[in-house]
Nanobody, 127 residues
Framework: QQRLVESGGGLVQPGGSLTLSCTASPMSLEYYTLGWFREAPGKGREGVSCISNNGDFAKYGESVKGRFTISRDNDKQTMTLQMNNLKPEDTAVYYC????????????????????WGQGTQVTVPS
């Protein structure tokens, strides 16, 4: 069974930074498109960022563009999300997700396309 584990969440003041990590096993990540999604209290799931299987293409949600950076290391079976200039509206549970790659150099922030999910990590930015 595929397993994704997030880490790196926590409490950070507005304007601060956090780095989230996602470790995958036993899947071989070179065959998977990866994404980060988040769920805030009382809100639906939101696509944060995704990255193609080879790391050459990335996409960001409008609310995080210019502040978050996604990356991956297939050899280390990890994906990271560098989050800078955090805002109270970034408060949410963040989930990493994986989808078998269909198109090279592409990814979409459509949660239904992702079949494997982690348990989530909480990020809290107080107002």
């Amino acid at each position: 069974q595929q397993r994704l584990v997030e880490s790196g969440g926590g409490l950070v003041q507005p304007g601060g930074s956090l780095t989230l990590s996602c470790t995958a096993s036993p899947m071989s990540l070179e065959y998977y498109t990866l994404g980060w999604f988040r769920e805030a209290p009382g809100k639906g799931r939101e696509g944060v960022s995704c990255i193609s299987n080879n790391g050459d293409f990335a996409k960001y949600g409008e609310s995080v563009k210019g502040r978050f950076t996604i990356s991956r290391d297939n050899d280390k079976q990890t994906m990271t999300l560098q989050m800078n200039n955090l805002k109270p509206e970034d408060t949410a549970v963040y989930y990493c997700a994986a989808a078998l790659t269909i198109l090279q150099d592409s990814c979409e922030l459509i949660d239904a396309e992702y079949k494997d999910w982690g348990q989530g990590t909480q990020v809290t930015v107080p107002s």
